[in-house]
């Protein structure tokens, strides 16, 4: 396992944890982190569209700025309402989002292969395939504490064909996301959204995929009635 690795997967555990924490401590606390969460990744963003726009066009850079506020202040509030409904939902969403993520790292490290966009030339497909697969992970895990135990917290829990469905949109979504912003990145020249992170760069660089994918998930299982 190479230094980079290490410390993605490191970073990975630390947010993990923290964000769990604080999910389980309180629910005022939780929305305190999503605020301090929201407010750094918009910071970051703005930084980067700052850097493209700002000069070239005032009116699209505001417009960025207005925007880029108000989905994140939707992003708090989806995540905010979906850990008042259930705290193991959610952290069940942030793991098939993280392990998307470590999945596509370790895929595209491992068998490198044809790339899959010229938006993000570290991107092949063969990393988007093992985002897939590692995001199914949660699933049967899932699947197993519900069948070998009498832990029944999650009532969807016996349904494994819509579980993995759900899994894979939700690696598709966090996909796209790192995509749309590894697009600003490098439209601003930038390789990492900022330097609070070890292995990852900024903030922004490692939730990237969550912005997105729980809003969508929220979309999702308002369709579903899930």
């Known amino acids: 396992m190479n230094l980079e690795l290490k410390k993605r997967i490191s970073t990975s555990i630390v947010l993990i944890i923290l964000i769990y924490v604080s999910i389980f401590i309180n629910l ?8 301090i969460i929201s407010i750094l ?7 980067m569209t700052n850097k493209i726009y700002r000069v070239k066009n005032e009116f699209v850079a505001n417009l960025i700025l207005i925007l880029s506020a ?14 008042a409904i259930d705290k193991i939902y959610f952290s069940y969403i942030i793991l098939i989002c993280a392990l998307s993520d470590i999945g596509g790292f370790v895929f595209g490290k491992t068998f490198r292969g044809t790339k899959l966009t010229k938006i993000s030339p570290n991107k092949t ?17 899932l699947k197993i ?4 135990t009498e832990i029944y917290f999650l009532s969807f829990a016996n349904n494994l064909l ?3 469905m759900i899994c894979l949109f939700l690696s598709l979504v966090c996909q796209l996301g790192d995509l749309f912003i590894s697009y600003f990145k490098r439209l601003s020249d930038v390789k990492d959204t900022g330097k609070i992170l070890p ?27 899930y």
């Open 70 to 83: 108000l989905y994140l202040t939707i992003f708090s509030g989806m995540s905010y309402y979906i850990i």
């Open 145 to 148: 504490i519900f069948l070998y």
């Open 28 to 35: 005022y606390v939780s929305l305190l982190a999503l605020i």
């Open 125 to 141: 497909i063969s990393g988007s395939f093992g985002s897939f697969i590692f995001a199914m992970m949660p699933c049967f895990i």
């Open 199 to 225: 292995g990852h760069g900024g903030l922004l660089d490692r939730i990237d995929g969550v912005i997105f994918a729980i809003p969508f998930f929220g979309i999702l299982g308002y369709l579903l009635n």
């Open 162 to 164: 819509l579980n993995l």
């Open 41 to 47: 990744s918009w910071f970051e963003f703005i930084k």
